[in-house]
């Protein structure tokens, strides 16, 4: 872990404007990836059952969402590197291999790295944007900077409130924010839907409706303040010519490039 730190602090920079690419060759494929979205959108009810409760601090949310995400990430290492997955990521950024599986497993693991660092670094956000397209799917993974707009809604933290407020003021604090945090969770019970219509089930859907889809989910906090984005993406019908063949990875495509421009205002790439 210490040494991919240190590639990390020189950058290794895999995530910069890069997405992965996976082909969709048959049904399978397809269920495959239906049932990865679904997870995805369970997450997202469960966080948002977490938030509804005021028995359970935000920081416990906070938490419990990122681990949940780790350990998806673990899951994919595993099923793309096998068990020395953090070998096959260190020999392809070191140059000893140049194949898909290296690549995959290079930002994936970045990517897992980056996470952990959210318990501890505020004023940044997790950028995801999934795209479906004919034959293959995208997956955009970034960490940013910048004011996200008015679009995210935001909730609020008595853990990680720093200014000093006497007994009454921190009640009404303390009232608000949980009134925020019930807004938030009916925000994403709102917001859920998008994923799955993204990504219908292949066994009740039609080739025509799998055609395209999409989904972008932003997550992060400034201070005491946290903000959520889930929203529908409409993919670009023109941004590939050639068949998805293989997994790898990409250039950032359009839709990320206006995802970022149209969410954040003085937007910076962190990875």
């Given at each position: 872990m210490s040494e991919w730190h240190e590639r990390m602090e020189t950058g290794t920079e895999i995530l910069r404007e890069q997405e992965i690419r996976l082909p969709?060759?048959?049904?399978?494929?397809?269920?495959?990836?239906?049932?990865n979205m679904m997870r995805i959108a369970a997450a997202g009810e469960r966080k948002s059952r977490l938030l509804d409760d005021p028995d359970v601090p935000l920081t416990e949310v906070y938490e419990d969402e990122?681990?949940?995400?780790?350990?998806?990430?673990?899951?994919?290492?595993?099923?793309?590197?096998?068990?020395?997955?953090?070998?096959?990521?260190?020999?392809?950024?070191?140059?000893?291999?140049?194949?898909?599986?290296?690549?995959?497993?290079?930002?994936?693991?970045?990517?897992?790295?980056?996470?952990?660092?959210?318990?501890?670094?505020?004023?940044?956000?997790?950028?995801?944007?999934?795209?479906?397209?004919?034959?293959?799917?995208?997956?955009?993974?970034?960490?940013?900077?910048?004011?996200?707009?008015?679009?995210a809604v935001r909730y609020e933290s008595t853990t990680h409130l720093e200014d000093d407020l006497d007994d009454d003021n921190l009640e009404h604090y303390y009232d608000?924010?949980?009134?925020?945090?019930?807004?938030?969770?009916?925000?994403?019970?709102?917001?859920?839907?998008?994923i799955r219509d993204a990504f219908p089930n292949p066994a009740t859907s039609s080739p025509e409706e799998r055609q395209y889809g999409g989904f972008i989910h932003i997550t992060g906090r400034d201070g005491p303040v946290f903000a959520e984005l889930l929203d529908s993406v409409d993919p670009d019908p023109g941004r590939f010519d050639d068949v998805a063949i293989a997994p790898g990875l990409v250039p950032e495509g359009p839709e990320a490039k206006r995802a970022k421009r149209e969410f954040f205002t003085d937007v910076e790439v962190v990875v």
């Open positions: 969709l060759p048959d049904i399978e494929a397809e269920r495959t990836c239906h049932e990122i681990e949940d995400m780790q350990q998806s990430f673990i899951h994919r290492l595993q099923q793309v590197a096998g068990e020395n997955y953090h070998d096959v990521a260190t020999a392809y950024l070191s140059g000893e291999r140049d194949d898909w599986i290296g690549a995959l497993a290079a930002y994936y693991l970045e990517c897992y790295y980056r996470l952990q660092e959210r318990y501890t670094v505020d004023e940044q956000y997790f950028f995801l944007l999934i795209l479906r397209y004919p034959d293959s799917f995208t997956i955009n993974l970034s960490f940013l900077t910048g004011d996200l707009t008015a679009d608000d924010a949980q009134y925020s945090q019930h807004e938030a969770a009916q925000y994403l019970r709102e917001q859920i839907d998008c």
